[in-house]
């Protein structure tokens, strides 16, 4: 099987535990020749989102794959979820007053 569809299949399998995949492609950049792999997946708006997955197998050992999003909706770092920024986050807001008013004490 060649290098590139090894990666494809992982790449699906990676995509698959986000959502459902819609297309799954892989691209080689630079002469560092580091793949990297696109997916369009359908993720459901209450989902999470995951910061990445670890992958690998006994032999290769463990390699974190870091995710990238593109084209989401407003979305929130701090908690991961569609629909609101930080800016507009509940558990962040929360977090802010629990450390001001710790401070005043
Ligand atoms: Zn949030």
Redesign the pocket.
């Known amino acids: 099987m060649p290098e590139h569809c090894k990666i494809t299949t992982l790449g699906r399998k990676i995509a698959a535990r986000v959502g459902k995949i819609m297309e799954c492609n892989v691209f080689s950049t630079g002469p560092g020749r580091k793949n990297f792999l696109k997916a369009s997946v359908m993720i459901k708006i209450e989902d999470l989102l995951k910061e990445g997955l670890n992958i690998g197998s006994k032999r290769d050992g463990l390699t974190k794959v870091e995710f990238k999003y593109e084209r989401l909706p407003t979305f929130?770092?701090?908690?991961?979820?569609i629909r609101?920024?930080?800016a507009?986050?509940?558990?962040?807001e929360v977090e802010e007053e629990h450390i001001s008013s710790s401070k005043k004490v």
């Open positions: 929130c770092y701090f908690c991961g979820r609101h920024d930080v507009n986050c509940e558990i962040a």
